[in-house]
């Protein structure tokens, strides 16, 4: 129901664009996010935007780098990532939450689908 794409292997400084395929039933009036999930490491929240698009946050560590954005008429989401750094090296999965904004939390999101590797090399 939720595909992440757009991953792959680049090199610090890098820039990468991810998209999120949902479809109609369960994209509209969710709430979007992204989170990440490192080797080992507690899945992370990355950032996420309402359902209109008008409000978006992000985690500190990704503040000012990346950008979420969606496009409701095509059930698309998407994660623009500049300024790559080898900490950003994860699986990059986009949930939808039907709470209301910003769900920062995992278990707010009922809706998961399979991630895209995003490896950052230095």
């Known amino acids: 129901q939720l595909q992440a794409s757009g991953g792959g292997l680049v090199q610090a400084g890098d820039s990468l664009r991810l998209s999120c395929a949902a479809s109609?039933?369960?994209?509209?009036?969710?709430?979007m996010g992204w989170f990440r999930q490192a080797p080992g490491k507690e899945r992370e929240f990355v950032a996420s935007?309402?359902?209109?698009?008008?409000?978006?946050f992000y985690s500190d560590s990704v503040k000012g780098r990346f950008t979420i954005s969606r496009d409701n008429a095509k059930n698309a989401g998407f994660l623009q990532m500049n300024s790559l750094k080898p900490e950003d090296t994860a699986v990059y999965y986009c949930?939808?939450?039907?709470?209301?904004?910003?769900?920062?939390?995992?278990?707010?999101?009922?809706?998961w689908g399979q991630g895209t590797q995003v490896t950052v090399s230095s």
């Open positions: 935007i309402n359902w209109r698009g008008t409000n978006t």
């Open positions: 109609g039933r369960i994209f509209s009036n969710y709430v």
């Open positions: 949930p939808a939450s039907g709470l209301g904004f910003p769900r920062t939390h995992p278990y707010e999101y009922d809706v």
